[in-house]
């Protein structure tokens, strides 16, 4: 048998945990529906001010291909943030910018449902997709400028 579409996301994403399957328990049984997951294995995440990860959010879901990654918001923390592949390497700069990777930790729900504050916007489909890090650098210059154009 197959897994389904929301199966394979919730498998893809407990495999980054120290132990899957105590991930999976605590998203089914626990408190608080998230788990911490460690950064910089299969994935690391840029997060930013809210209002810039939404517009940014826009412009990627406008681009035909590739599809947008995981993305997932903190509407308490008023963040998004973006699943890229990991880089040790990568320096992201700017007003507010957070970067998770390698020895980081990120709050994760589900992928199939929302955890208190915590929602996907775009949850992760399983296949392992993730943001391509030249177009959300992209996505994020075009928010910028609609931020700072006046009347927007």
Known sequence: MRNTPPEQALEWLAASAT??????QEWAHGESGTVLLPAGRFWDVLSVPEELGLLALDALLRI??????PTLADFAAHRVGFFLPPD???SWIGRGIRYAGEGAWV??????RAAGSLRWLVPPDGSGALHLPTALELALHQAVGRLAAPGE
Request: proline share 38%; with cysteine.
């Open 107 to 112: 709050s994760v729900p589900p992928p199939c």
């Open 88 to 90: 040790p390497m990568t």
């Open 19 to 24: 132990d899957p399957q105590a991930c999976k």
């Open 64 to 69: 035909p291909l590739p599809k947008p990654g």
